[in-house]
């Protein structure tokens, strides 16, 4: 971290922040997509689970639910309702 002020001219920006693995719970394709689904837990306590739907590199849904419990329940789901309308669950699983 640097001593300058944040609003000085001369202040070079800081390195972006590099992002964590999930944890990944399931992997469903249709035709040449892939939607992968993820859990990220938060190290501190009480901060819950994130369970991320992520299509392309891209979050399309995110939730959070204050137990694993209740992300394992929200990521099934969401796997039941994709399956119902046409995806197909991954050949490793």
């Not at 990944?24 to 009480?46: A, I, S, T, Y």
């Not at 739907?53 to 039941?80: K, N, P």
Request: charged content about 30%; hydrophobic content about 30%; overall charge negative.
């Amino acid at each position: 971290m640097s001593d300058e002020p944040f609003y000085s001219p001369t202040r070079k920006p800081e390195a972006p922040r590099q992002p964590t693995p999930g944890f990944k719970q399931w992997e469903l394709h249709n035709g040449d997509r892939v939607l992968v689904c993820e859990f990220r837990d938060d190290e501190w306590p009480g901060a819950g689970v994130d369970v991320q739907l992520i299509e392309g590199g891209e979050i399309l849904v995110s939730t959070r639910c204050v137990t694993a419990d209740g992300a394992r329940y929200v990521a099934e789901s969401f796997r039941q309702e994709y399956l119902r309308t046409g995806w197909r669950e991954s050949q490793s699983r």
